[in-house]
Nanobody, 122 residues
Framework: QVQLVESGGGLVQAGGSLRLSCAASGRTFTMAWFRQAAGKEREFVATISWSGGSTYYADSVKGRFTVYRDNVKNTVYLQMNSLKFEDTAVYYC??????????????????WGQGTQVTVSS
């Protein structure tokens, strides 16, 4: 069983930065970040392999967001720069049970955090 706890969300002006953290308990493999804006479906943001050597991003965040992990701390991070109003959403951390594959669909991830709100003011 894996438990995930996100932190780091908040209110930021457009163009600003935030760093989200996801602390995990239990064995983790591929990890991912998703987000869900009000009235919209949950969408993929980024994923990272266990080693951290393989990452993949949604086109909407590529070049602005960076996902990385510290396996000693069992924590995954999402550094978000040049934030835009449309990045406003609840951000969720997810843990998969496989490694070495890029998975961008929510139903492939059995473990989820409670979410953290990111609000970008225009």
């Amino acid at each position: 069983q894996v438990q995930l706890v996100e932190s780091g969300g908040g209110l930021v002006q457009a163009g600003g930065s935030l760093r989200l953290s996801c602390a995990a308990s239990g064995r983790t493999f591929t990890m991912a970040w998703f987000r869900q804006a009000a009235g919209k479906e949950r969408e993929f943001v980024a994923t990272i392999s266990w080693s951290g050597g393989s990452t993949y991003y949604a086109d909407s965040v590529k070049g602005r967001f960076t996902v990385y992990r510290d396996n000693v701390k069992n924590t995954v991070y999402l550094q978000m720069n040049s934030l835009k109003f449309e990045d406003t959403a609840v951000y969720y951390c997810a843990a998969g049970i496989k490694d070495g594959v890029v998975v961008t669909t929510p139903y492939e991830y059995p473990y989820w955090g409670q979410g953290t709100q990111v609000t970008v003011s225009s």
